[in-house]
Structure formats: structure tokens, C-alpha cells
């Protein structure tokens, strides 16, 4: 029995002692009056009773009633329950508060009380004061609590003739029982009655509605977060109005944290005085009125629920872990079945009628019911996880956190881990894990209801019967008699409080209540103690825990067939089968990855070892270690699977003999696992070998002998062998029956057993913790966990230990000093702090403590004395056989640096090489060695997978593409032992991540890098592999040194900048300096023409230089070798000018060839002959370069043969030129003078350019790009203005031409667009100029293509194996690197310009520095636009031309030389070889070349082999001798310097760079589409060549071939000649050639066979070729066969943008970034104006019927560059065409002129290559709005006729 009420308290306002107006509480009566023995009164009562302050109010309240909770500092609670109201102020009480009362009023009003207006009369000025009834309590019946303290109040109020006295003396001195569901009636003695129910069980916690109002005012995902934040140790704050709800919402939440009690600060009403209780460090459940809601704002980890508003603010601080998937949902769902039943019926048709809700008192028990559900889920085998230490005098339980949380597959839950990490659980596991104690609910729940909670996963309605089930049983644990008789208790009538009280709350008489409580004390003394009588049982365990969601483990499914592999490897290895067991290897180091297969091997093991010792030989040994090793390398340290701990007494088994008297123990060589050095793993394995013995220790001898199976961490449940806790629970039953001696003895035994495993624990860590070899003090930098216990876990994150801390282990592993730290101290540290926490725990004596850790030191020193003998010893071992290494072959003139070094390589993410998706076997990881040489980085090795057979795996990269090293830190693949490797990757998509061998000292490792650091980065260029090969510099010229020149150099430039800096004094020289490499070993030239000041330029400047460093004008060579220069003979091509003298200039050529900067003066980068209009002069182009960055002026690089418009290029502009007349137009300020003069220059020199263009603008007008400007259009009238066109949005460009007025489209089109930087041309206003018009376009810069490339690499080679293997991720790192998109944009902008040059416009392209983007745009727009650069000759052309001469950085972005290291490798070229690339794909048959004509210039522009792509410009190849070498000294065979060189050579040899399917059309201009989704992926990025390395060298790649499979030595009849090819592994194009190669070469075999010598492969293709033209079919109809006629026309003609023609006008079209094109395709503008006529025709002829209105026969000149050819003609009148064909009988038209396109027919002169014998008067042309026809016919009158009979059709039409 207990008290119901241990203490009554009277509390009234009383004045504050420091005079401020708020009042205080004063006890002013309390009984009884001394404290009782058990149970003192708590302090503090005044606060609580008043939580918001004791305040004066001016009317009267109605009374209040709520329970405060108070914790004592015994943890227990006291539950004050207080009624509280009010009373008139006396007048003495009211001088003091009076002035403060106004202010106080709203407040005092707020306390949380409901409001009734006052009706009472009462006074004007009158104020009331609050008194407080409190009754304290340590049961919680607040009802009886409410009817008690209401009912004295009534008998106050009422004035009943009650004595208080006698009540509250009744009320002290009642007793209830304290459980067990009984029922007791009292009553007061007031004529009243109540009756107390007890709760069934004690421990279930009584919750009354308080869980159902808590999920009504918050909803269930708050509820849900809070009950995790209780649960992981948040802090929670509850605000409210209302005092009692503020108790029941804690009551409510702790509710559903059972069977967990929270054991930190609860406080559900928290009084204003005490708020900085809020600030707390710790955990709390707290509850606060509202009206101190803003005293809460700047709690930033308080976790803030407010109940009134119903929401839950959880701080970004905070992370509240959620529940473990799918209880989340699951629990959810119920929840929202409980509290919304109409959810599941809302949308059915026809509604069953509404079952009535459940009452709120039993929907609380139903949502507890669902967290009683929740934690029987969560905790479902928890038992099986107990460790029992000691079972006497108390019972000592453990709980294996991580086997727990291992076995339900939760080992990376943060919920879980947090809540076993918590206070709470850990209460629960003392409480709980009694194994002999009385049970609850939940016992019974988590034991036999786990396999019903499962099946019913699926199915709610069996969830929802369940949770009722369980509601009911809790239902009736709080009320246990349902028929209660009603309770009888006095009320105060209605408003009673407002009816004037006659007197205030009497004060009462101790003496009586007192003499009541002593009566009802003595009484209770004399009557004798009620023993509650507790059922004690055995807790049942339940079944074995299952993972709470079944997952499969990836590829790691453990199926019988890999258990059987691991079986059948380990019975080979004990029966000596050594070759069987190499075999199977692989195989189960790969199974090994699953926890079935390690398992498996752990107990295959065990049944090796007999009294624990197995000696093995030393092959055995080696597979034993490497098996186990490949073991633990994947576990975490906390071993949640036990296999660290089922192998432990394994590695002190498994031995070797090393010679006599010396043995190797297993556990030598396992050392290297992050497992050994956690504490909490061997604390969890002390304990259970505790408890194993102590279970051996009361079990019956017969039982005995197989108790020691349960050491095998496998619980296998079976009925005729009891579990420990079974052991423990029967003990415990019989511990009260034992006698004291007997008691004694079990325990001294138990604790002895303890002790005698802790020395044996002492022992096994020394061996696991001590290295092999001592003296390196490798523990130490590896294991820096030893160092300090919370470090501990530093290495979770790698696989194994080194991994963390192997970089640097002197700055990181928490020891001073590597060397002079100690291990055996470290190790003796880790033990004895090991030896103290477990030994505490487990109640050993301090004796017996003692003793141990004197102990410990010697047990660590005489082991590390054995081990020193077995290091000497095993360091005599023969050492493994190694496979012996591969030497690579080497390109002429390439020498070997380092010799190899024995690595391995590892695999780096690319499926290929292990056998992904491709299929085939792992060719990764191979063994071999790394070589370096003065030109490559090569690995050559086999692969460690015996499945491959022999196979050579080849994997090099040329030494000057290293893009990034970093040393990495990895297992070896084979004995996985952690091993320092690198990891190099280079630009041209290769990855050498190596593993140095454990015979590779660290500074061999360390020279290794370093040689390859200097051979990446040499000082200078020429320390290069192309200049070292062979012969470095010829004896006739010296190699220059600095020293004739340098000082004066040095000075120079310095004096040089400081003159610019003060010549120009504007913005130009905050630029960045670009100061070409190796500038001391550099003359420099003079200026042309020094009449005008320093220049503006970003270089040295030339015009102050002196003579004297100049290039020598004696060398006669240079302006005759410029004349042969490439780029010159290519400007005769296109008719822009000649140089020889002979031919007098024609004035009328609109361009010349000016030799300007023949001396690099006036722009160094640029090359030394340039083509610039006719009408300026020389002296005038200075000038004129000054507005150019980097003095690039404006020169034309290319004409179109038809419409007669240039290309040009420059540098962007600097802030003067045009730009600078836009923005300043109309304020000249005085400075300006020069300035201007230099931009009037440029002004001229543009209108130069725009004046030497044909003009035939057409009468129908042509378009502008300009869509936007309709302000500054002027009507219709074309007027000279410049215009600014954005592209920046293509589709907006496109969608103002579908909608724009009429008025929007020019008449005129511009004579010249400038396309430049958005950027350069920010603010520009149109302002009336010249013909020419700016397009602004947003461009990348070459730090954006660097990151791009950046992110490709890593795309396409990884690095590392990717978390979802397949073709997603590897998209999507694709996409992130926006490559294509660069490549998209730059398709983009050179389309839009091929368009503009075709309809007749000059356009300059005027981007960054003049050498990247606009490099790459002009390069493929002149080979879009002609032919010529699709050959292999013209392409040539072309990268000598506009990339060699036109002075493209290669030495710059290539980063060549140590100067360079720091800017990086920056792809520009690569990324035009890879546009070029998407154009071939999409137009193969213009090509001459092939695709691996592209893919060897991309490899080799970074590879440094070849010369020509080396250095900045011209002037640096001149200055070291390059550029004019190859003419004095025709070299014999010596290695080619020139990159064309090699490939003219080999291209006699191998038709490898040549494209058979070329078949050009005359005049094509190809228009690509440009859409991301048009391009494809290069697979010169993702395709490589295992067998044999890149195959780019193509000497290193003709390996030996295999012999033919006829020829076997046994003479046996030849199997197959088929042959298994793999994708990665060899060479697709040697292996598998394609048709045409094929023949050729068996073509040169047949002839090297009969004697002959071959005839080279281009000669017998161009013969092949030349009969299938020729002949025609026997019946003169039909195609004749040819190879090359292509029927697809979207290869021949895929239009990006396109010009369509208007009633007004032509507009630009750009369809660039809509897939529309896609069907624009066939309509695009040349067909429809072909067609324009024809097609009205079609419908009615056949091909048969042709209308040949004329025919005959007439040469024709082609286009550009190609000859004259007779071809048979056919006028049609009705078809209004000129057709041709290659001879009569030919039924497949060559091509057609539509007559509607024909302008004029005039007569011709004969030009080049014309037939000789006609006269001069047979020749004629047509000119179309195309282009101009050439044609000649036999004689004279036939061409009069011709032309007669066109002349007619045109009429007619």
C-alpha cells in the first residue's frame, strides 16, 4: 500500500522582497509539517504552482486546475497537483502592487485560464490575488486529485458544515494498493465517494487520452519526428496555452517511447522564473506557455512543437534520423488507418454505412498498440544479442550492439545506431535483460508475436485486427473493472466564483490534521507490511532475429554453388592439391565478398584445426592467410557479422614451421585490419567468451560436452541445449535457496572466470597488435587508433587500416616521433585501458585487477621477443617466384630511363578490361612491371586471373600527355596487402592506377615520379622527344645557348615593358603579359615602320627593339621559303593574289599579298605573308593592328569560289575600334587624337574589305541578321549602317522571323558581319557606319574547355569502379562535363557563318586572342565550305595554315615545358578534330580521310613526337630552325621529324588514313545538324587496345602475327581458324579488317607469292575504281555497279541552319536548337529551288519517256580544283532543265541545272586544263544565281547552237 496524497500545501500571493511589482508564492500552510522519512517535501513548489509568474488581477478568474511533474534528485517524480483561485486583495497587499497592477493586466490574463466575463460586482479599484491548493503526490491519479482539491474548494465556497481539518487529515492519511488491478473506494468524510483502479501491470505506463489529443493537435508525421527525436537524444520544447495540455502532451509522447524510459530532464510544466533551463546541454522534454514564445526564438537545437498551431519547427542544425525503411511507411499507414478509418472508404462507389470511430480513450491504446508494434519490429531478437558477464550476486548483462544491428542488416542506420547508443537503451537492457524477472506486454510481444507481425506485413486489415488486440490488453490495464460505481463528489455550483466570498480560505488547524496523520501512522505500524508479490518466470528469448528487410546483396548473392567452390578450395589446399586450389582462387576471393561464403570459410576452418593447432607447410600457409585476409578486409570494425570474431581463434591455430624451434602464427600476417584495433570489438568478444564459460560453469557435467559450440557466434536455438540466459534465469530462481557459503563459492568462482579470460584476452591482443616486425614501428603509423580510444575509428572509411593514415603517419597518427615511439607502450596502453573497463564492468576484485596489469607489460614483452625470431626467420624464406617481366618493344630512337618496376595494375572504373557488360574474362588486375622512357610510360604485364591464360596486357601513354599524378594508397590484388601505388592519367584517355610491388622500395617509387616529373615538364622545348630523337641539332648549326644574348635580352624586355607601361598608361596593361616560353633564348625583330609610337599590343614591344637582335634579312631563304610556304601556295588556289614579280599585280584584284610581316614585326604570331585588300597600304596595317589584341589584325584567310565573299579572322578588339566609335560617338574628348587615329584605320581598312566584294545585291533583297533593331531600319531604304545581331538565343532569333511585321526584314543584307565576343561588344548602340553589321555571340573560353576536358576524362576513364555500374552514370557524368555542348556551340556559330559566305556575305570572325576559338571556327568553316580541305592534302593545308602559321599556342595548352606546368592541358585542337569528327559521321562519303586519320592527329598533337605540332607560331619554329629545315637535308630514313612526313609514308604503305567510301559531290557545302542529340561520343575517348597499347605508333602495334592454324607443329588436322576477339583486349580494325583492306592485302600477298613485286594499294584501288565508272550494263539500262553510288540522302545533306526564301527577302534561319530540322531536311533550300519547276512535271512523266528536246556532247570544268570532263548533255524544255550524264547510254543523271536559276550565257575563255585542240570560241558559260558553268563544245557551231537553243528556253519560259 502507498500514500495516496504524502503532502497538502496552501500557497498565496505574496509582495516580491526586492520591492519590483511582480509578487511571489508563500507557503502558507503545509501538512504534515515535518517530512516524512521516505519521502522529503520537494523545494520549489511555489514556482510550479503559478508557472507563469504570481500576478495581481483586476477581476475575478475562474478557478484553475492542472498537475505539475517535479523530479527528485533520485529520479522520482512527484506529481503536484494544483488548484488554483482567486481571492479580493487585502488593502495592505494592494498599496504595495497598485501601480503596477495596469501593467501587469494583460498578462496576468493570459496565464493560460479560460476567460468568463466578470459579472460579479465588484468594486472599481479592487484587485484580486491568487491562492493555490497543491496536493503532492508520488502516484499519478489526477482525477481523484481534480474531485479531491475541488471538493475542499466546494466545501469553502459553498460554506458546507463540513470540518476542512477532518478532510484534508482523510485525504493525507488514505492508502491505495500500489498495483495488480485492484480497486479501493474512499471517501473524505464529506459525504463523498471515489473509487481508485490500479493499473494491471506497473510497468506499462498509464496514458489515459493523452496520446490520441497529441496526434490530434500535431498530425502524425510531427508525432512521428518527435518520437525520433525523444528517441535519438533530441531536445523537445512543447508550447501551449493551457497547462494541462502542455502535461499531457509529455505524458503522451513518453507514452510511446515505452518500453524505453527516458532518463534525462523532464519537465512538463516549466515555470517562467527557470526558463534558462531551456539552455541546457543535455536532452530534455520540456513544456512552456505560450506567452514565452519569444523568450524560445534563439534556441538553435530545440526541437519547438506547438500544440495550439499544430506544427512541428525543427532547426536546420538538427538531423532527426528517421525510421529504418519500411517500418517508416508501414507505421505510417497504420497510424493514418487509426486515426482516419474513412480514408480507406473515401473513393468507393457506394460507401459502406459509417461504423462509428472508436472512443478517444480507446484510440490511444490503439496508436500506443502501433509503437508497441513499432518497437517489437525494431527490437525483434534482441535477447539472442544479450551477453551475460555474471549471473551472481546480480546479474551483469551486455548487449552486442553490432552483431544486433549486423544481423537485422541496419549497420548503416542512423536511427537504430543512435537509439543503441542512447541512455534509454541502455536502461532497457539493465531492466530488461534480467533474464529472470516478471513480464510485461511487450515481453510477450517481441517473444511469440514476431512471425504473426511479419505475415501480416501485407495485409492492413490483419494489422489493424492486431493493433486492436493489443489496444484491448492495454485498454484493460488501466482500467482492469469496467462496471465502476459512479463517483459521489461534492461540486461548487455554477459561477460560484463570482459570487462574493463572505471570508477568504480559512487557516486551518495543525494540531488536529496532525493529530489524524500520527493516528492513521501508528495504526499503519501496527498492521503488518503488505509484500507485494511479484510473479517472477524465465523471459522467453523469442525466435533468432532476420534482417528487417530482406536484402539481396548485390552481385554478392551467395548462392550453394559459391559455399561449394569455397569448400572444394580449402579441402584442395589441406590435401595438398596446390594447382587445383591456384585454380579455384579467384573464384573464392570473389565469393568472399559475399557474408554466406565468409561464414562458410570460417567454419571449413574449424574443422582443420585439432586441439587448436594445425601446422601447415608454407603453401598451404600462404593460401590459409590470403583466404582469411581477403576476409576482413571488408569488414567495418565493428564486426557486425561476426567473422572477425569466428576467425580469431583461428589465426592463434594456423602455423608454420619456419625452422626448428621457430613458429609462424596465422596471426602474424592478418595484422593489417581496422577490426583488431577497435575496442568495442573485443570487449564484444570478451563477453561472449564470458558468458560461454560461465554457462559451462552450471551446466551439468553431461551436458558439458558441447557446450563449446556456442563459441561460434552462430546461436543455432535447439531445445536439449539451454542458451546462457536460460542458464542465468534458472540461477537466479534458485539464488534465495541457496545457503551463504554456497552463495560465496559461485561467486568467487564466477569472478575467478572472468579474470582467467582476461589474461587469456591480454594475450590475444598482444598477438594481434604487435607488428611482425617491431622495430619499423609500422603499428604505430597504421594503427593511430592505439594512440587514443576515440580516435578509434579513424579508418572506418577505407578497407583496410593503413589507408587512413598512410599518407603522412608522423604529422598524423597522434605519436611525436616514428622512431622514437615505442610499440610495446602503445600496445600495453590499448590492453590495460581494455583490461580496466571490462574488469570494472564485471565485478573482477581490485586484487585481482592489479595483479593483471602487472601482468601486461611482461605478456607484451615476451611476445614481442618470440616474434623477433620469427621476423629473422621468415625474412630466410625463398622468396614467392614472380612471373618474369615483359620488356616492351620501342620506337626507333626511344631509350629507356627507369627500368621496370614491378606494379600492379588495377582496374579504374572502365567495364572493359574486368569483363563487365562486354563479357569476357578480367584482363584487370594484371601483374607486370611499369618502364619509362624518354617518349612513353608503358606497363606490360599478364593478368592475375589464371582464367586468361597468357595473355599480354599492354597499357602506354606518351610522357608528354600526363594530365595528373597522385599517389594513392591500395591493396594489392593478390595478397591484398596495402600498398603505396600512383595513379597517372593522361589527355589521351589512359589511366595507369598501379599498386607498387612490396619489393619496390618507397625511393624507387619516389625517383620514378620524379623522372617522369622532368621528362613531362623539361625546361625547354627542345629537351622535347621530338628534338632528342635522333640527331638534336645538325653539326652545321650550334644549339644556341643563352649566353651570347641574354643579359642584354633580360634587360631589354624589362626596359621594353616599362616603356609600354608608360607609353600606354591605360587599361591594356593591367592584361595579363603573355610572354612567349623561353623568351632569353630568343632574338627579336625589328619594326616595319617606326615612324608611329609604341604600339598597343599584349607583347614585348616591337617597335622600340633594336635592329641588332633581329632576324637576319641575310637569310636569302626566308622570303623565298615563305613564298613556299603552304598557306601561299593555298592563297593561289583560291585566287587571292600571287607573289612572283613576273606577273605585273592586276589592279583590279580586289587583295594582295603583303609581305608586311615577313620579319614578325608587326604581329609575332601571325605568319610572314598575309593577304590584306589592295587599297591599303603596307605602313598603314600598323597602325590598323593596334585596336587587335595581340596585334591580330584582320586578314583573309579564305574566298568563296561562287559568291566571291571572304572569310577573315582577327584577334577580338580592344576597347578602341569599332566598338569604341559605337559607345563614344558624339563626345571626342582631347586624348582622343591618337586613338581615333588608329581606329579611322580600322574604319578604313573595314570599308577596304567591304568595297573589294562584288556587289550584287539581289533586286529582291537579301536577309540581315538582324531580327531585333526595327528602330534603326528606316523603312525599306538601305542605309549604311552598322547593326548589332545577338545569337546568344538562337530560337529567339528564329521565332521573331516567324512573327515579326513585314517592316522587321532588311531589304539589304550586310555587306560583312563581324562575329565577336558578347562581351567585347556590351553597350553597343547602332550609330550610322559602313555596310558591316556585329554579331555579339556568348563563346566559352579556353579555362571552360580545360574543365570540360577535365570532367570528360573523368567520364570516360573513372578512376574507380562506379557505385551503379551501367551506362547511367557513365551518361551522366557525361552530360556534367557540357562537352558536347562546346562542341554543339562551335558547330553552331561555323554553320551560321557557312551560311552568311554562302549567300554572299564577308564575315570576320573576331574571337578572344584571335587563336583559339577563332582558329577552331575558321578551320571548319573553310571545311564545311570547300572540298578541297575535306582531302588528305587540303586537310593538311588547312592545320598548316590556319593553326601552324596563324599561331595557335600548341606549346602553351599542351603545357610542354616546365614554364607551362602551371596553365595545364587545354584541348582547343582536340576539340576541332572533334568537330570534324561529327561532321564525317554525318557526311562520310565527303571525307578522304578516315576516322583514325583524325584520332592519330589528336593523339599525336599532344605526344611530342613529331615536331610540327610543337612551339606558338612561326617565328619561334624559324627561330629554332624548324620551319625551313626539311629543304637543305633530304635525310635518309632517320625517324620522320614532320607529323605529314610519317603519314605520306605510311600512307603508301597501308591505306589506314584513307576513307573508301569517298565519294564527293562538286559543290557541296555541308551544313550539320548541330542538337546535343546528334552527336555522338568519340570513341577515341572510351575504345583502347589491351593487347598491344595505343595504336598510333604504328610501328609498335604491328606486332608478329600469329601463325595460320594449318601449320600445327603435331601435324594434326587444323581445328578451327575461328578466333575469340574481345572488344578491350585487341585491335578491331587489325583483327577484323574491313572488306576492301582485306582484299587489298590478300591482293599483296598473292603477288609477293607468285614473285612480283606489290603494287602500291592506291595504284589498285584507283584502277578498281576507274572500271567501275566505266562500265556500263550489257542491255544499256540500269545504274552501273558501282561501289560508291549512295543512296541516303540525309548523309549527303544534313542542314543546321539554312536560308529560306521570303516574298520579301531571305531570312537566316536557325533551326540549331530544335530537332525540327530534322524534317527540314529534304525541303532544304537547293532541292526547293531545284525542284521549283520540275516537280509540276513529275507527276505525269516517267523516267522513261524523257523529253530530250536537244542532247550532245560537252566538256565541263568541275569545281574547284578539278579538270575538265566530257560529259552527255540533255536540254529539256518541258522540265526546264539542263541535264548530264557521264555518256549516252547512261540512265542515272549526273546532275541538273534548273533554267529557272540561269542569269545570262555569255561567251567563255579557255582556262586551265581545258581541252587543247578547241577553238577558243567553242567555249561558252552559263552563270546561275549558284555559281558560273564552264563549258566548251567540240567546235564552234555546235556551241552557237547550244547557246542559240538555251537562249530560246529562257525566252519561252
Known sequence: MARLADYFVLVAFGPHPRGSGEGQGQILQRFPEKDWEDNPFPQGIELFCQPSGWQLCPERNPPTFFVAVLTDINSERHYCACLTFWEPVEPTQEVVCTEDATKREEEACEGGQAQLSPTAPAQPGQLFAPKTLVLVSRLDHMEVFRNSLGLIYAIHVEGLNVCLENVIGNLLTCTVPLAGGSQRTISLGAGDRQVIQTPLADSLPVSRCSVALLFRQLGITNVLSLFCAALTEHKVLFLSRSYQRLADACRGLLALLFPLRYSFTYVPILPAQLLEVLSTPTPFIIGVNAAFQAETQELLDVIVADLDGGTVTVPECVHIPPLPEPLQSQTHNVLSMVLDPELELADLAFPPPTTSASSLKMQDKELRAVFLRLFAQLLQGYRWCLHIVRIHPEPVIRFHKAAFLGQRGLVEDDFLMKVLEGMAFAGFVSERGVPYRSTDLFDELVAHEVARMRADENHPQRVLRHVQELAEQLYKNENPYPAVTMHKVQRPGEASHLRRTPRPFPRLDEGTIQWIVDQAAAKMQSAPPAVKAERKTTVPSGPPMTAILERCSGPHINSARRLEVVRNCISYVFEGKMLEAKKLLPAVLRALKGRAAR??????????????????????????????????????????????????????????????????????????????????????????????????????????????????????????????????????????????????????KEESTVFSQAIHYANRMSYLLLPLDSSKSRLLRERAGLGDLESASNSLITN??????????????????????????????????????????????????????????????????????????????????????????????????????????????????????????????????????????????????????EQVVVRSFPVATLTKEKRISVQTPVDQLLQDGLQLRSCTFQLLKMAFDEEVGSDSAELFRKQLHKLRYPPDIRGTFAFTLGLAYTPGRPARTAKDKGPSLRTLSRNLVKNAKKTIGRQYVTRKKYNPPGLEHRGQPPSEDQEDEISVSEELEPSTLTPSSALKP???????????????????????????????????????????????????????????????????????????????????????????????????????????????????????????????????????????????????????????????????????????????????????????PRGFLRPQRAALYIIGDKAQLKGVRPDPLQQWELVPIEVFEARQVKASFKKLLKACVPGCPAAEPGPASFLRSLEDSEWLIQIHKLLQISVLVVELLDSGSSVLVSLEDGWDITTQVVSLVQLLSDPFYRTLEGFRLLVEKEWLSFGHRFSHRGAHTLAGQSSGFTPVFLQFLDCVHQVHLQFPMEFEFSQFYLKFLGYHHASRRFRTFLLDSDYERIELGLLYEEKGERRGQLACRSVWEYVDRLSKRTPMFYNYTYAPEDTEVLRPYSNVSNLKVWDFYTEETLAEGPPYDWELAQGPSEPPEEERPDGGAPQSRRRVVWPCYDSRPRVQPDAISRLLEDLQRLETELGRSPERWKDTWDRVKAVQRLEGRPDGRGTPSSLLVSSVPHHRRSLGVYLQEGPVGSTLSLSLDSDQSSSSTTSSSRQAARRSTSTLYSQFQTAESENRSYEGTLYKKGAFMKPWKARWFVLDKTKHQLRYYDHRVDTECKGIIDLAEVEAVAPGTPTMGAPKTVDEKAFFDVKTTRRVYNFCAQDVPSAQQWVDRIQSCLSDA
Open 599 to 748: 561464414r562458410c570459410l570460417a567454419q571449413e576452418l574449424h574443422l582443420h584445426v585439432q586441439q587448436n593447432r594445425a601446422v601447415l607447410d608454407h603453401q598451404q600457409f600462404d593460401f590459409v592467410v590470403r583466404m582469411m585476409n581477403c576476409c576482413l578486409q571488408d569488414c567495418t570494425s565493428l564486426d557486425e557479422h561476426g567473422i572477425a570474431a569466428a576467425l580469431l581463434p583461428l589465426v592463434t591455430a594456423f602455423c608454420r614451421k619456419l625452422s626448428p624451434g621457430v613458429t609462424q602464427f596465422a596471426y602474424s600476417c592478418v595484422q593489417e585490419h581496422v577490426v583488431w584495433s577497435t575496442p568495442q570489438f573485443w570487449e564484444a568478444m570478451f563477453y561472449g567468451d564470458v558468458q560461454t564459460h560461465i554457462r559451462a560453469l552450471y551446466l551439468e557435467p553431461s551436458e558439458d560436452g558441447e557446450s563449446p559450440s556456442q563459441e561460434f557466434g552462430e546461436a543455432q536455438y535447439q531445445d536439449d541445449q539451454r542458451s546462457a540466459l536460460d542458464v542465468a534465469s534458472e540461477q537466479r530462481r534458485l539464488w534465495p535457496t541457496l545457503s551463504r557459503e554456497k552463495q560465496q563459492e559461485l561467486v568467487q
Open 800 to 949: 583496410s587500416m593503413a589507408g587512413s593514415v598512410a599518407e603522412s603517419y608522423d604529422t598524423e597518427s597522434g605519436f611525436e616521433d616514428a622512431e622514437t615511439c615505442d610499440v610495446a607502450g602503445a600496445v600495453v596502453r590499448f590492453i590495460n585501458r581494455f583490461v580496466d573497463k571490462v574488469c570494472t564492468e564485471s565485478g573482477v576484485t581490485s586484487d585481482h585487477l592489479k595483479g593483471l596489469h602487472v601482468m601486461v607489460p611482461d605478456i607484451v614483452q615476451m611476445h614481442i621477443e618470440t616474434l623477433e625470431a620469427v621476423h629473422r626467420e621468415s625474412k630466410r624464406l625463398p622468396p614467392i617466384q614472380k612471373p618474369k617481366l615483359l620488356r616492351p618493344r620501342l620506337l626507333p630512337g626511344e631509350e629507356c630511363v627507369l627500368d621496370g618496376l614491378r606494379v600492379y595494375l588495377l582496374p579504374d572504373g572502365r567495364e572493359a578490361g574486368v569483363g563487365g557488360s562486354g563479357g569476357g574474362p578480367a584482363l584487370l588486375p594484371a601483374e607486370g612491371a611499369v618502364f619509362l622512357t624518354t617518349y612513353r610510360v608503358i606497363f606490360t604485364g599478364m593478368p592475375t586471373d589464371p582464367l586468361v591464360g
Open 1114 to 1300: 641575310s637569310d636569302r631563304m626566308t622570303m623565298s621559303s615563305l613564298v613556299e610556304r603552304a598557306c601561299c601556295r593555298d592563297y593561289q588556289r583560291l585566287g587571292l593574289g600571287t607573289l612572283s614579280s613576273s606577273l605585273s599585280r592586276a589592279k583590279s584584284e580586289p587583295f594582295r599579298i603583303s609581305p608586311v610581316n615577313r620579319m614578325y614585326a608587326i604581329c609575332r604570331s601571325y605568319p610572314g605573308l598575309l593577304i590584306v585588300p589592295q587599297s591599303i597600304q603596307d605602313n598603314a596595317l600598323q597602325r590598323v593592328s593596334r585596336c587587335y589584341r595581340q596585334n591580330r589584325f584582320p586578314v583573309v584567310c579564305w574566298r568563296s569560289g561562287r559568291s566571291k565573299a571572304v572569310l577573315l579572322r582577327s584577334g577580338g578588339l580592344h576597347g578602341k575600334g569599332v566598338v569604341g566609335l559605337f559607345k563614344a560617338q558624339n563626345a571626342p574628348s582631347p586624348g582622343q587624337a591618337q586613338a581615333d587615329s588608329s581606329s579611322l584605320e580600322q574604319e578604313k581598312y573595314l570599308q577596304a574589305v567591304v568595297n573589294s566584294m562584288p556587289r550584287y545585291a539581289d533586286s529582291t533583297g537579301r536577309n540581315t541578321l538582324s531580327g531585333f533593331s526595327s528602330a534603326h531600319m528606316g523603312g525599306h531604304v538601305p542605309s549604311p549602317r552598322a547593326r548589332v545581331t545577338t545569337l546568344s538565343n538562337p530560337m529567339a532569333t528564329s521565332a521573331s522571323r516567324r512573327i515579326a
